[in-house]
């Protein structure tokens, strides 16, 4: 059945981005960095963007011919996780879609303007979901857009419209959109909700491949989310056994107790396990059919073990969990709103079930 | 030598051939469960042939009843089993703890003496830990060994004693020393015969109503100082080194395995048989969400296992997974037990015996039978201070 689907393949290359993404985001992102990034209008850093524009990250999964990398999505992977667990926010997410929606589904035209463009560091993001809160990317109706990530920041739209009739994809500059900015749980990260401008044929991608090109969509942002919630859980279970270790009550170090030190290790457990499927998703997301399968079962795991590792985090701190500063919040919220994105883990299982049994 | 492929394909020729697909009695999924004479003569019996067709202990020397291959050979011999759902391996604490323990430790003279009946399964061994007042607190053991002259004195009790009554040796835990400085320090290690005067078993009914194990009493039991492994005062370290063959993070296991893994398809397949609530279960989308949750979740155990092998995946703590698998795999055993009989609806309400049951009441002796592996070897609670402990580094619990 699925036992293949176990196995893992790490590439020298994969294990180099890997280090050296973990490196670059603990020196980019500490905490009073990332506190600090909370109240900024883009929510991060445009010198550390230019940074990874340098290293290449932007093309790691860009071909050659338009000026990336020419790697595989799963060397996406090790860069996201390690985004996750330094809780780095970055448009680095929002442009990978929609250089990944182009490749799938855009003109020779539209390819050749705009992935060189995405390689080198202009931002770029998809609108995709709207106020019926569908997850059926080709759900559409084609008004109004939400939940559209880092658009402030973006120079280009890659959007689901209705046109004649059909669900379709359109590249839309930024200086067509009024957008507005909306408050989400998650703030480490930007959410703008638009009303969809008229659009003309020039704008669109071609027909035959939207289908195509939101199935790709679906498919890398449930690896990156897996990826990003993955690395965030080991962060937070780290950060809940620090205070383990040293806070004391009853003359003793709270870590002692079982009722606590117990239900650590089970959220240890879960993002151990959240992990492997996580690389073995890498491996396999690009096989037909049985990517999807793959990727699905690392982003409900790992949504799974966050959303419990944070949980239990807030609660493990007492009286301090229940305030603003501490961090144990960051995490619960991030894996709130992952949650709310491209489906929830029972979502992912409820496809799953369609698929495996 | 025989190449690995070569071997691989002969092993799985041969149990293809001579896996016993029907019997007419219940077959045990683990060798805790080996409750009837019919069930154990069955099973050492095919213990026997396998290692007879070179299929066990493949890479142990010749000179002890091995195959002189490699553990490449062992490893492809064992895969061969499983593809072919063949029976667990009967002599486990022979197999997984006493023999490679002595391959490793043992004199010229023990490895003669031991090692070829553990692999035929002519001596099966059974392990004495646990006490009836000292389990998960296993260094507390109190069964006392006294020297006398060249003998040692027994005197207490063993509890859960797996096939204690068919055994020929026990690996014995006991206290030589009752003024150690610490209750570690005062242990000691033996091969201990068990046919002896002054050691008597008794049958323990286990939940299921089957029987599997024994409690052992010794009373004024003479055994030869011989028996003694390592030092007196190292039992602690000795018993400790056993436990790392049967987790798996010692090499030496003479291979096969003793315990059948729960494969999820099974409960997928019984998922489509059985009828909940008038309805075929594979319809109702909880028990559909249930499912698909512990499919993640045998996925997870088999990328653990896959990236356990891939250095720079676990550099942050390379313990970290082979230590946490015995805890999530057992886990999920009793979860999954638990849901196939949610599947079974009205019918989870028979039990082994009833002709209306299903399978002969299999998912429901299962489910009850899976608390063996999560209490035995140190319940899931002693696993998660484990755990805490020396990988997360959280301070010990007192």
Known sequence: MTQHLAKIALTDMQAELRDQAMRFCADKSPIAKVRSLLTDDHGFDAAVWAEMAALGWLGIAIPEDYEGLGLELADLVPVVEAMGKHLMHSPFVSTTLAAQAILAGGSDAQTALWLPKLASGTVATVALFEPTGAWDLNAVEGQ???????????ELIVTTVKFEGQTRLALIPRDRITARRETIIDEMKRSYTFEVPDVTESDLMPAKDAVTALERIELVANLLQAAELSGAAMACIDYTVDYLKTRKQFGKVIGAFQALKHPTVDAFVDAEGARSLLYAAATHCEKQGEGEIAVRMANAKAEGALSFAADRSIQFHGGFGFTYDCDAQLYRRKAMFAASQFGDAAFHRARLAELLL | MISVEEFAKQADAWFAEHTPREVPFMMPLTFMEVGTDEQFDFLRDWQNKVHAAGFLGAHWPEAYGGGGLTQAHQDVATRAMRKNGAPIMLNAIGIGWAGPLILDTGSE???????????????????????????SDLGNAQLKAVKDGDEYVLNGSKIWTTQGNYAKYMILLARTNMDAPNKYA????????????????????????????TQTFFTDARISADCLMGEEGEGWKVAMRTLEYERGARKGEAGGYTISQTNPLEVVDLAKRAIRNGKPALEDPVMRDRLVTQMIEAQAMMANRERAKIAPLVSENPFALPVLSKLQFTEYARVTGELALELEGAQSGYYVGERASREDGYWQRSYLNAFSATIGGGTSQIQRNIIGERVLGLPKTK
């Open chain 2, 186 to 213: 005062g242990l000691s290690f033996f091969l201990s015969p068990m046919r002896i005067p002054g050691v008597e078993t008794t049958k323990i009914r286990k939940l299921t109503g089957e029987f599997g194990f």
């Open chain 2, 109 to 135: 003279d023990e490895k003669r003496r031991y090692l070829p009946g553990i692999l035929s399964a002519d001596d099966i061994w059974c392990q004495g830990f646990s006490e009836p007042d000292n389990g």
């Open chain 1, 144 to 154: 109004t857009k939400t939940f559209v990530m880092d658009l402030d920041a973006s």
